[in-house]
């Protein structure tokens, strides 16, 4: 069946713009980076995770090396949570010297107060972050709980017992430190491959 100029036309389109998108593919973060570091933020309860990378046989797999929640009681003003949040990212960093930080993206909440106040949490540790020269990527909620459980809306539990299976914990992880080592496990499963969307870098 013959077709005609018009049809050929949208036809070779079509075929520039696949080629367009395949070419868009591109590797994903830098994969040299050997320990990570996830930040969960919130102003109550900051998550904060840092795995080691290492390497047998051909394989690399994750270690876990330290993880914890910034509790900051509601007698804190903000300003002093800040603090908190930063002197203990800060000592984190220190001690296990990771070289990649990511942290969650912000997303939609109905209350623009609680938006602010995420985002003056998220700041006291990307300044922490920043001032010790590690790579900052955002990732956003749904793409970390795609890339550890394959579901994008997966619940919070079932994100704490796969990064439980994933790093061989005897016990669960609290939640907010078990979001911020899905961040960093994350960021693991994409490094070195192929996306069609680069992760955002801070």
Do not use: W
């Not at 973060?29 to 795995?51: A, M």
């Not at 800060?90 to 969650?104: D, G, L, N």
């Not at 704490?160 to 960093?184: C, S, T």
Request: charged share 20%.
């Amino acid at each position: 069946m013959g077709i005609t100029p018009e049809e050929f036309e949208l036809l070779q389109a079509r075929i520039k713009n696949s080629s367009a998108s395949v070419e868009e593919i591109v590797p994903q973060s830098n994969p040299s980076h050997q320990i990570l570091l996830g930040i969960d933020p919130s102003l109550r309860g900051t998550g904060y995770g840092i795995i080691r990378i290492e390497q047998n046989l051909g394989r690399r797999y994750p270690v876990f090396l330290v993880a914890g929640t910034i509790k900051c009681e509601s007698t804190l003003s903000h300003s002093a949570c800040f603090v908190k949040i930063g002197q203990t990212i800060r000592k984190a960093i220190q001690e296990y010297s990771p070289t990649v930080c990511v942290v969650e993206g912000l997303f939609y909440v109905h209350n623009l107060r609680t938006a602010i106040v995420m985002g003056e949490a998220r700041g006291a540790g990307l300044l922490v972050a920043a001032e010790n020269g590690l790579e900052i990527y955002e990732m956003a909620p749904r793409r970390v709980k795609q890339a550890i459980v394959g579901y994008g809306a997966a619940q919070k539990l079932a994100v704490a017992k796969m990064v439980q299976r994933m790093l061989n914990l005897q016990e669960l992880p609290a939640p907010d430190a078990a979001d911020a080592l899905a961040l960093a496990l994350a960021y693991f499963q994409e490094s070195g491959k192929p996306v069609f969307s680069p992760l955002k870098k801070i």
